[in-house]
């Protein structure tokens, strides 16, 4: 969280307004882009990876420090708007890690949930017996079986078109009456995977059993026509030893 100290404060208020803009906006990503990707203020543009030592220029544009002086080693110019730029004009931005270690907490969190419900996904594609159609595997929107896996910030699963479809016709509110819009989910393909699975082998297990019915089917009838046969034969063999008692033979 940001610091309040009354040194933390005074260089805060020294910021020029285009760089106290800049860290509002990477406050709200930190604390509302979804986990799966860092957003762009909390990046530098040149390495497109989370800054470890922010410092921004004249113009107002923020670098990591490694990156920029890297950068200005061969081309003396800011990369973004290539006006002259020497390192000793770069100012440090310590603020500006506040945010990003408040978004990589989420993201810790998000990444723990996530393999939570792989490993939850995977148990269920393995389990025998199989369950038909898992809770986990179902839309909390249309209560059917997710076909295209998408997930939000919380760890929450839906089936992407569903979803598409309930937020346009509730005006971007979830089941809960949250705000929430497509920007808000990610696609989640470790989960699809781990559904096809389950769907493969759900199908296996399937025509297992019907393979199955389809021999005892075939063996009850065996049973029936052998008994047949053996009762008529026996039948006819009764009557032809009768009949040779009287010297005909068929």
Known sequence: MASNSPLSVFFSSALPQLIKNYLEQARHAALTAHPASAPQPLICPISLQLMTEPVYTPSGFVYDKKNILK???????DPQNREPLKPSNLKPLPELLDHIRLFTERQTS???????LIRQASD??????LSAN??????????KRIKEPVITAAGKIYDKQALK?????????????CRLTMADVVDFPEFQEKMNRHA???TQASET??????VISVNHTNCVYG??????????SGTKHEDNSKGLVF
């Open 209 to 214: 059993a019907i393979d199955a019915s389809e």
């Open 71 to 77: 950068a200005l080693a061969t081309n003396p110019t």
């Open 110 to 116: 998000y990444s723990e949930t996530k393999k939570q």
């Open 200 to 202: 493969f082998y759900l």
């Open 124 to 129: 269920l594609a393995y389990a025998n017996p």
């Open 227 to 236: 008994f047949f046969n053996t009762l008529i034969n026996n039948i006819f």
């Open 165 to 177: 479809q309930y937020l346009q016709e509730t005006g971007n509110l979830d089941e809960a009456g």
């Open 134 to 143: 898992p809770a986990l595997f179902l839309c909390p929107i249309s209560k």
